[in-house]
C-alpha cells in the first residue's frame, strides 16, 4: 500500500513484479460524484452548483453502513409484527378521504411520520415500507387522496396529520413529533409540510427526508414526453414513465400551461420558504426522475442558506427495477444505503 503526494491511498499493482510501474487508486466517492454533477451541470446548462459535501466520501460511507446496518437488522426482526389500520377523516373540503397507518401493537406514543410515493405507491401497495418504517419506532401513515396530480394531495395529508394528532381515537399512540418522507411525485408534500410555518409549530415537525424529486414539474412532464417516444429506453424506465403519462392524460392534462398544476405542484417553488432540516437523496443514473432535479433544489436551497443534506447514492437509488435489486450489487447496496441514511437522519431529528 501507498500514499501518493495528493495524500490519495492506494495498492501497488502486480504488475510492477514485471519492471513495469503501475499502480491501483482507490479513487474517492466523493470526488467521483462531483466530476459526474459538473457533467450534468454543464450538460444541463445550470447554474454552479455548490460542492457538496454531503455525499459520503468512501470512508465515511462505509463506516456509516457498518454502523447502523446491525442496529437495523436488529429492529427488523419484529417486522411480521408490524400492523395496520385504516381510518376515515375529512379534508377542508368536507371530502372523506381514507388513509392507513403502521406501528408497533402497543400504546407507547411513537413519532409521526407521513409517507407519500406519487402515484399509485403509497403505503396502501407497499405494505412492506410501513412495516419497514414501524420498526424503526415510527408511526408512518399514508392516504388515498382524490387528487394525486395536483398540490391539493399535499393538503390533504396536512389535513391527515391535523387529524390524527388531534381527533383520531387512538391519538395517544402518536408522539409529540412529527416528520415525513417523500418519495419521486410524492415529494410535493414534503415541501409543502415543510414550508408551512403553522403546520410545523402545531404538529412539531422536525425534519423532512425528500427521496429522487423532480425540482419543476413542467420540466419533468416533458422529459416524460421525450423518453416514452424514443425506441431504445430501458423496458422498466419506459413501463414507468408511459403508467404516468396514461394517469395524466387521463386528468385532461395535454400541456404545461396550468400553473394550479405546473407551479404549484412543483417542490422548487418551495424551497425558499424551507423552514427545517431536510435531507434529500438521490440515484446517481436515476433515468425516471433525472438527478438534475435534486441538484436544483440542493444548488437553490443552499444559496437561501436553508439547512439541506444531499447525499447522491450508486446506480438508479429507489427508481431501480424492484425485480433486479436482488441480482443487481450496485442496485442492493443503493437501496441498504438509502435506508441507513434516511433512518441516521430521522434519528438525529425525531429521536433526540
Same mark, same amino acid.
Given at each position: 500500500?501507498?500514499?501518493?503526494?495528493?495524500?490519495?491511498?492506494? /495498492?501497488? #499493482?502486480?504488475? &510492477?513484479?514485471?519492471?513495469? %510501474?503501475?499502480?491501483?487508486?482507490? $479513487?474517492?466517492? +466523493?470526488?467521483? @460524484?462531483?466530476?459526474?454533477?459538473?457533467?450534468?451541470?454543464?450538460?444541463?446548462?445550470?447554474?454552479?452548483?455548490?460542492?457538496?459535501?454531503?455525499?459520503?466520501?468512501?470512508?465515511?460511507?462505509?463506516?456509516?453502513?457498518?454502523?447502523?446496518l446491525p442496529s437495523i437488522i436488529w429492529k427488523?426482526?419484529?417486522?411480521?409484527?408490524?400492523?395496520?389500520?385504516?381510518?376515515?377523516?375529512?379534508?377542508?373540503?368536507?371530502?372523506?378521504?381514507?388513509?392507513?397507518?403502521?406501528?408497533?401493537?402497543?400504546?407507547?406514543?411513537?413519532?409521526?411520520?407521513? /409517507?407519500? #410515493?406519487?402515484? &399509485?405507491?403509497?403505503?396502501? %401497495?407497499?405494505?412492506?415500507?410501513? $412495516?419497514?418504517? +414501524?420498526?424503526? @419506532?415510527?408511526?408512518?401513515?399514508?392516504?388515498?387522496?382524490?387528487?394525486?396530480?395536483?398540490?391539493?394531495?399535499?393538503?390533504?395529508?396536512?389535513?391527515?396529520?391535523?387529524?390524527?394528532?388531534?381527533?383520531?381515537?387512538?391519538?395517544?399512540?402518536?408522539?409529540?413529533?412529527?416528520?415525513?418522507?417523500?418519495?419521486?411525485?410524492?415529494?410535493?408534500?414534503?415541501?409543502?409540510?415543510?414550508?408551512?410555518?403553522?403546520?410545523?409549530?402545531?404538529?412539531?415537525?422536525?425534519?423532512?427526508?425528500?427521496?429522487?424529486?423532480?425540482?419543476?414539474?413542467?420540466?419533468?412532464?416533458?422529459?416524460?414526453?421525450?423518453?416514452?417516444?424514443?425506441?431504445?429506453?430501458?423496458?422498466?424506465?419506459?413501463?414507468?414513465?408511459?403508467?404516468?403519462?396514461?394517469?395524466?392524460?387521463?386528468?385532461?392534462?395535454?400541456?404545461?400551461?396550468?400553473?394550479?398544476?405546473?407551479?404549484?405542484?412543483?417542490?422548487?417553488?418551495?424551497?425558499?420558504?424551507?423552514?427545517?432540516?431536510?435531507?434529500?437523496?438521490?440515484?446517481?443514473?436515476?433515468?425516471?426522475?433525472?438527478?438534475?432535479?435534486?441538484?436544483?433544489?440542493?444548488?437553490?436551497?443552499?444559496?437561501?442558506?436553508?439547512?439541506?443534506?444531499?447525499?447522491?447514492?450508486?446506480?438508479?437509488?429507489?427508481?431501480?427495477?424492484?425485480?433486479?435489486?436482488?441480482?443487481?450489487?450496485?442496485?442492493?447496496?443503493?437501496?441498504?444505503?438509502?435506508?441507513?441514511?434516511?433512518?441516521?437522519?430521522?434519528?438525529?431529528?425525531?429521536?433526540?
Amino acid at each position: 500500500m501507498y500514499r501518493d503526494e495528493k495524500g490519495v491511498y492506494g /495498492f501497488e #499493482s502486480k504488475e &510492477k513484479k514485471t519492471g513495469t %510501474n503501475s499502480f491501483r487508486t482507490i $479513487k474517492n466517492l +466523493a470526488d467521483a @460524484g462531483m466530476e459526474l454533477i459538473d457533467q450534468i451541470r454543464i450538460k444541463n446548462g445550470l447554474e454552479e452548483i455548490y460542492y457538496i459535501n454531503d455525499t459520503p466520501s468512501l470512508f465515511s460511507f462505509v463506516i456509516k453502513n457498518v454502523f447502523y446496518l446491525p442496529s437495523i437488522i436488529w429492529k427488523l426482526r419484529k417486522l411480521k409484527e408490524m400492523k395496520s389500520e385504516r381510518f376515515w377523516y375529512l379534508n377542508r373540503r368536507n371530502e372523506a378521504i381514507q388513509g392507513i397507518i403502521y406501528g408497533p401493537n402497543y400504546d407507547r406514543p411513537l413519532p409521526l411520520i407521513a /409517507f407519500d #410515493s406519487g402515484y &399509485k405507491r403509497d403505503l396502501f %401497495n407497499f405494505s412492506i415500507v410501513g $412495516k419497514v418504517i +414501524a420498526c424503526l @419506532g415510527y408511526r408512518a401513515f399514508s392516504i388515498r387522496s382524490r387528487n394525486e396530480l395536483k398540490v391539493i394531495e399535499a393538503e390533504d395529508y396536512i389535513d391527515a396529520a391535523e387529524f390524527l394528532r388531534t381527533k383520531y381515537e387512538k391519538r395517544n399512540k402518536i408522539g409529540d413529533k412529527s416528520g415525513v418522507i417523500g418519495i419521486s411525485g410524492g415529494n410535493i408534500v414534503v415541501y409543502k409540510m415543510c414550508s408551512n410555518k403553522e403546520f410545523i409549530e402545531r404538529n412539531n415537525l422536525k425534519c423532512g427526508v425528500s427521496i429522487s424529486p423532480f425540482a419543476d414539474l413542467a420540466e419533468q412532464f416533458k422529459y416524460m414526453k421525450e423518453v416514452i417516444k424514443k425506441q431504445n429506453v430501458d423496458s422498466h424506465t419506459k413501463e414507468v414513465l408511459e403508467d404516468y403519462n396514461r394517469y395524466v392524460e387521463s386528468l385532461g392534462v395535454k400541456d404545461t400551461e396550468d400553473d394550479s398544476i405546473f407551479v404549484k405542484g412543483s417542490p422548487i417553488t418551495y424551497v425558499n420558504e424551507l423552514k427545517i432540516p431536510l435531507l434529500i437523496e438521490h440515484g446517481i443514473k436515476d433515468d425516471i426522475v433525472p438527478v438534475t432535479g435534486s441538484l436544483k433544489i440542493y444548488s437553490k436551497a443552499k444559496k437561501a442558506k436553508k439547512e439541506v443534506e444531499l447525499v447522491l447514492i450508486p446506480g438508479k437509488g429507489i427508481h431501480e427495477d424492484l425485480k433486479q435489486w436482488k441480482k443487481d450489487l450496485v442496485g442492493t447496496i443503493s437501496l441498504i444505503s438509502s435506508i441507513i441514511y434516511v433512518y441516521s437522519f430521522l434519528k438525529k431529528h425525531l429521536d433526540s
